[in-house]
């Protein structure tokens, strides 16, 4: 089942997901290494050239999340969660999908108004344009802690998810986290 | 903007049947032997580089620190010895975040190799003002040939100038960090002049 059932998410969704988390779990370690004080400098140039093509990826990944998620219908929420769950869990979701364009918006800014002037070379393929945003020290150092409280809020937003999602399986036993894991219509 | 030796000549003999002892029997025209010498290479060089970077544009800068002497030979220009020494510490580029990369192990490592040294082993004349310089770079402690191809631009009894162009390759010279988004070519552009000894 590709596309998302009444109570079942499609393979679509779930492939996204995990693409997405796998990303995002990567460019937070590769974005926390690469900005160490100490590091290595050729390292850190290929790492940050490494970081901007995955997080362009995630970027486009990302978009095509929200796309489906906007075009697809919504399974229902598992049985047992009060009203204030689904409240919370819907909000963390569009603040989750929300941070996830925005951070790597946010890293493309900061690219784009680096006095560095480093071109993006996406994987050595083929040149992603800077944004229209003038250079500058100023403009550089706002991107630059933007994309950084944005990455740390993601961070803490997925560690709150997933906290959730356990939850929901180790503690009440429902199919929250089963569900993301394998496409399938619940028996009965 | 190259300068004819002949020009050169013709200009030096004007400025001959000025000079204070016109009278006496030395008074043929002056040829390039007259450059013959030795000439230290003094601060008003400019010392131009550049690397291009993947979509246009590229790093551009120069160094301010270096020392060298073309030393001239009397008949014989392809007798002649350049040598030159930069020291990479003083990369100029107007961002200091670039300049200091520049400096790091990833480039120059300067701290380990504070200088980059240039011994010319062959001179061939390619044209009336115009030669080839080939000879020996050593960079980061790894010694190349590379070839040059300079021009003369500028010359009396006290001061010569050449524009030396050259492309080198980094990778050489374990300098190969950010390829390909910035070429593997160093792009030498060089005005520089020598006070005759």
Redo the contacts between chains.
């Keep these: 089942m590709l596309r998302n059932g009444p109570d079942a998410f499609g393979w679509v969704t779930i492939l996204l997901h995990w693409a997405i988390a796998l990303l995002i779990a990567g460019l937070l370690v590769l974005g926390y290494i690469m900005t160490r004080p100490d590091i290595?400098?050729?390292l850190q140039?290929?790492l940050f050239?490494w970081h901007k093509s995955f997080g362009f990826t995630a970027l486009g990944l990302c978009i095509i999340r929200v796309l489906w998620w906007l075009a697809s219908r919504h399974p229902v929420a598992v049985a047992g969660l009060s009203v204030r769950e689904k409240w919370a869990s819907f909000a963390v979701h569009i603040l989750l999908l929300c941070l996830t364009l925005a951070v790597p918006l946010t890293g493309w800014a900061l690219a784009s108004t680096s006095?560095?002037?480093?071109?993006s070379?996406y994987f050595?393929l083929v040149?992603i344009?800077h944004l229209p945003l003038g250079k500058s020290a100023v403009a550089e150092a706002l991107w630059t802690n933007a994309h950084a409280i944005l990455a740390y809020s993601l961070a803490a937003l997925v560690l709150l998810h997933a906290a959730a999602a356990l939850h929901h399986h180790f503690v009440r036993h429902d199919a929250v986290l089963v569900r993301m894991l394998r496409s399938r219509q619940r028996d009965g | 903007m190259p300068v004819r030796l002949t020009t050169i000549t013709a200009s030096l003999m004007a400025v001959a049947s000025f000079t204070a002892h016109p009278s006496l029997s030395q008074a043929k025209a002056p040829t390039l032997d007259d450059a013959a010498g030795r000439y230290d290479i003094d601060g008003s060089s400019q010392i131009n580089f550049k690397v291009g970077?993947?979509?246009g544009?590229g790093i551009s800068g120069k160094f301010t620190k270096f020392s060298g002497t073309f030393q001239l030979d009397r008949g014989d220009i392809e007798k002649s010895v350049v040598e030159f020494a930069l020291f990479p510490e003083t990369v100029q580029t107007g961002?200091p975040?670039?300049e200091n990369?520049l400096r790091?192990?990833?480039v120059f490592d300067t701290a380990s190799y504070p200088k980059i040294v240039f011994r010319s082993t062959k001179i061939t004349r390619t044209g009336e003002d115009t030669a080839q310089i080939e000879g020996n770079l050593t960079a980061k402690g790894t010694t190349r040939t590379e070839h040059f191809d300079a021009t003369l631009t500028k010359w009396n009894r006290r001061v010569i100038g050449f524009h030396i162009q050259g492309g080198v390759y980094r990778t050489r010279y374990d300098m190969s960090?950010?390829i390909?988004?910035y070429s593997n070519i160093v792009e030498f552009d060089m005005m520089v002049n020598g006070q005759k000894h």
């Design positions: 290595d400098p050729m140039f290929d050239q006095t560095l002037d480093i071109p070379f050595n040149v344009p | 970077q993947v979509g544009g961002e975040r670039i990369f790091s192990t990833a960090v950010g390909p988004i």
